[in-house]
């Protein structure tokens, strides 16, 4: 049965039926639907529901639960998250899952509390201290948002890593139908390193502190393993048109949206079109974006940022095709005009012929 | 035949400890043991390890343990209860932990009233660091960021932790205990003993705060530690019980 939610309520309804039963929050627009949600459905399925005093303390939490056994969530937007990162780096370091939602604002500092994607550095480079990696995934709609958290869940207890859902205020206060349907993986590995009190075994420890030399490295190449096998396992993209394009978007969650419209407009066009849209933003989808480069005219990176994931589709591209960028900041959304505009800029001319006198019909 | 009058407890490990000689942190470690052994809750108790000069606790002790990020054992203890609210489960704590940069954490978490047995070990320096002021440090004391003594101008009153959470309805049970003889060592395992017995009857928040020595950057040999605990330590920081669900005034 279909509901009419906004993403941060899916997002709080899939984590219930996914499992979750700790869920530790801290009030912060636009991401103050899913904290409220909890605070109603986690009593009704018997689980835990803290307003901590801080995003400090949620994250805190979240370790503690973590690395008790259960699957634990927290919830923010921009300036929360950069309290976390403490927490999510230490998380990492012990190699604990959970899920952390990022219902990004606009920055730096306070910034506003409308839509932006200027937290991709930080989401995905690592964010906090040392030397790791969260699973980033970015959904670019309601019923996206509730399928990447069943996701996300399965994939922090596979790894026993830390997984970011990285949205924005458009996408977690915007009102889509959605259907509440997967299922929890049941291969999953056994918790068995978990603090449940040593009950007929060794003790378990939960740590990241390794004072004695030459352990942290080893565990530093360890964990360097483990992202090398979530690279090779665990990229997921949406690609549309790539074969027949001349020129192609790359954007994630709500500047895919508007992407998605110009690829559609654009058929009036005489040159061709394509998308790339990476939901998985970390691991990020270099291979397809590489093999994409060597083919089309030139690729256009769309965000609602000073220009952050560009740098990673740079990367992927190694100069074998033009890499523009077209981007809004502090709440300015793209719309699909001003990006077939940035398009018509940056085609070659004999492709863009008679394109220029129709762009103030383009529909 | 023969009578066993003490021995290592068994929740205690083979690993020689790292603490300095006279240090207070290896006996409090051995007094949790005790009990733990005693009570026959090796099984069933979780603890939390600080980051200062006990952070190694979880490879003394052998019992299921986590690390929590410098100050926020409170919350991260938190999360674990939640998910086992019938385990024991108590923090670890040192006063920068606890006192300082883990305020927050400490004051919320009585303030919740969690059903969690907190050790403080305040030493009155930062002795993982090499010695700097803490929030405990005493007016007067030298310490390597208060070369010329703690004033007051410049760096306030030292903070009495168990009469601030005390005035919060969620503390059931606060005691000052020192490890300054083996009369105060006795009396600091029956505030042990009556801190996990708060939590295993579901009475609430404990909090048990030792003064501890720390002879290395107190710049003291141990028996001058002692003394300076009993002489000058617990001016500051009086000794005995400051709240008790068993006895309300
Ligand atoms: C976020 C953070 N800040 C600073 C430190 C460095 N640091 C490690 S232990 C410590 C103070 C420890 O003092 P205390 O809690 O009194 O414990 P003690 O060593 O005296 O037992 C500090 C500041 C750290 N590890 N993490
Ligand atoms: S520095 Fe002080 S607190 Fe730390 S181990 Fe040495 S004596 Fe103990
Ligand atoms: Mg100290």
């Known amino acids: 049965m279909k509901q009419l939610l906004t993403g941060n309520e899916a997002a709080a309804e899939a984590a219930i039926l996914a499992g ?23 009593p009704q399925v018997g689980g835990t529901f803290i307003q901590a005093e801080s995003e400090i303390a949620a994250i805190s939490m979240v370790h503690g639960s973590a690395a008790a056994g259960g699957r634990s969530m927290t919830s923010s937007s921009s300036p929360g998250i950069s309290l976390k990162q403490e927490g999510i780096s230490y998380l990492a370091g012990s190699e604990l899952p959970c899920v952390i939602i990022n219902i990004q604002r606009g920055g730096p500092g306070l910034g506003d509390i409308s839509a932006s994607q200027a937290d991709y550095f930080q989401a995905v480079k690592g964010g906090g201290h040392g030397d790791y ?231 | 035949m023969q009578t066993i009058i003490y021995e290592k407890p068994k929740t205690l490990t083979d690993t020689p400890t790292h603490f300095c000689p006279g240090c207070g942190h290896g006996i409090v470690l051995r007094l949790i043991a005790e009990i733990i052994d005693t009570w026959g809750i090796r099984s069933k108790t979780i603890g939390l390890a600080p980051v200062g000069c006990a952070v190694l606790a979880y490879n003394y002790l052998d019992i299921d343990m986590c690390e929590a990020a410098h100050g926020r054992p409170p919350a991260v203890a938190t999360g674990i209860k939640r998910v086992h609210p019938d385990h024991v489960v108590f923090t670890y704590q040192g006063d920068g932990d606890l006192a300082a940069i883990g305020t927050a954490e400490i004051i919320h978490a009585a303030n919740r009233g969690e059903n969690i047995t907190f050790i403080f070990v305040n030493n009155a320096v ?30 306030g009153n030292p903070i009495r932790i168990c009469e601030l959470l005390a005035v919060l309805d969620g503390s059931s049970y606060l005691e000052r205990v020192s490890l300054s003889s083996p009369e105060n060592i006795r009396k600091t395992k029956k505030a042990l003993e009556k801190g996990f017995k708060t939590q295993i009857e579901k009475r609430g928040f404990s909090l048990i705060e030792i003064l ?19 002489e000058d330590m617990t001016r500051t920081f009086p000794l005995g019980v400051v709240k008790d669900w068993e006895h309300k005034n």
Not at chain 1, 21 to 26: P, Q
Not at chain 1, 222 to 230: A, E, G, N, P, S
Not at chain 2, 212 to 227: G, H, L, Q
Request: aromatic residues 10%; proline residues 6%.
């Open chain 1, 133 to 363: 990696h969260t699973i980033v995934l970015a959904p670019s709609s309601v019923q996206e948002m509730a399928d990447l958290v069943y996701d996300a869940f399965d994939m922090s207890d596979n790894y026993r890593n830390p997984v970011m859902i990285l949205g924005d205020a458009q996408i977690g206060q915007l009102m889509e139908p959605v259907e509440f349907y997967k299922k929890q993986k049941n291969n999953l590995p056994a918790k068995n390193w978990s603090l449940t009190g040593a009950q007929g075994r060794k003790r378990n420890i939960i740590k990241s502190f390794y004072p004695v030399k030459g352990e942290l490295e080893e565990f530093n190449a360890h964990l360097q393993k483990k992202y090398k096998m979530i690279e090779e396992h665990e990229i997921r993209y949406e690609a549309i048109n790539i074969h027949e394009a001349d020129i192609i978007l790359v954007a994630y969650g709500t500047s895919a949206r508007i992407c998605k419209e110009v690829v559609k407009k654009s058929q009036q066009f005489k040159f061709k079109v394509g998308m790339v849209r990476p939901i998985t933003l970390w691991p990020f989808p270099k291979e397809i974006i590489r093999r994409i480069s060597e083919k089309v005219q030139c690729i256009l990176t769309v965000e609602m940022s000073a220009g952050q994931m560009v740098e990673d589709v740079r990367l992927a591209v190694e100069s074998r095709c033009p890499v523009h960028f077209y981007g809004r900041t502090g709440g300015g959304v793209p719309t699909s005009l001003e990006v077939i505009r940035k398009i018509v800029e940056i085609v070659p001319d004999n492709k863009v012929a008679n394109t220029l006198l129709k762009l103030a019909e383009v529909k």
């Open chain 2, 126 to 155: 930062y002795g993982m660091t090499s010695g700097q002021m803490a929030p405990t440090t005493m007016l007067g004391q030298k310490t390597a960021t208060t070369p010329s003594g703690r004033d007051v101008i410049n760096y």
């Open chain 2, 212 to 230: 501890s020595p720390c002879p290395i950057y107190w710049r003291m040999d141990a028996n001058e530690s002692m003394k300076y605990i009993d």
């Open chain 1, 20 to 42: 979750c039963r700790y869920y530790y929050g801290y009030p912060i627009t636009p991401q103050n639907e899913l904290i409220n949600y909890m605070s109603v459905r986690m």
